[in-house]
């Protein structure tokens, strides 16, 4: 079974995040698509509560059906002794140490490919983890082949909530996800 890897902050999940998914089980020989939370930001930006973000991952992923699987792999991580920050090659390594011998993509958008030489381990990342690029406002993928995703910001969406303009991120947030956190309060 190919397994492909779309991490993220999913702060919060919205329409392009499904728009992606969908994408690469449907144009990639991949049978199963994780959105995988991350469980704290690397670089320290605050969240909503890990348990929130996989709530919404999975109101986001029904729709989906039984291809797009949410996976608490990053929470796993975060507690093993010794833990600061989860990278990307740790993630794959735990994956692959749970499913050996199934082959790992990562999905990434190619915004992403300019900061590569800040990631760890990157050529080790790319090698054990082929990257699907998924093309994003402004920024097509390398070889200009694909679609590039709608002009979706998770930023956007929380200052529109914020301000309680809940009606004008509705079109940019599954409805399930919206009303999971008009119920919750959050993004207040």
């Known amino acids: ?3 492909a890897l779309y991490g993220g902050s999913f702060n919060p999940v919205h329409v392009a995040h499904q728009l992606v998914a969908l994408y690469v ?3 990639r020989e991949v049978d199963e698509l994780w959105l995988v939370p991350t469980f ?3 670089f320290g930006k605050p ?3 890990y348990e929130h ?6 109101l986001a992923a029904a729709p989906l059906g039984a291809r797009v699987v949410v996976s608490r792999a990053e929470q796993e991580l975060a507690a093993r002794p010794g833990f600061v920050a989860s990278r990307t090659l740790d993630l794959i390594e735990h994956v692959a140490a749970a499913r050996p011998g199934e082959p790992l993509h990562l999905v990434v958008g190619a915004d992403i490919l300019a900061e590569t030489a800040a990631w760890h381990r990157w050529d080790e990342v790319a090698r ?3 990257p699907i690029v998924i093309g ?3 920024q097509a993928p390398p070889d200009g082949s694909g679609v590039i995703m709608p002009d979706v910001s998770a930023t956007r969406i929380r200052a529109l909530l914020a301000a309680g303009a809940g009606e004008a991120a509705s079109p940019l947030v599954p409805r399930a996800v919206l009303g999971y956190i008009a119920a919750h309060g959050l993004y207040r």
């Open 1 to 3: 079974m190919t397994i």
């Open 25 to 27: 089980l449907e144009t």
């Open 40 to 42: 704290a930001h690397p």
């Open 47 to 49: 969240l909503v509560g």
């Open 53 to 58: 973000r996989v709530a919404m991952c999975e």
């Open 128 to 130: 054990r983890a082929p």
């Open 136 to 138: 994003r406002a402004g």
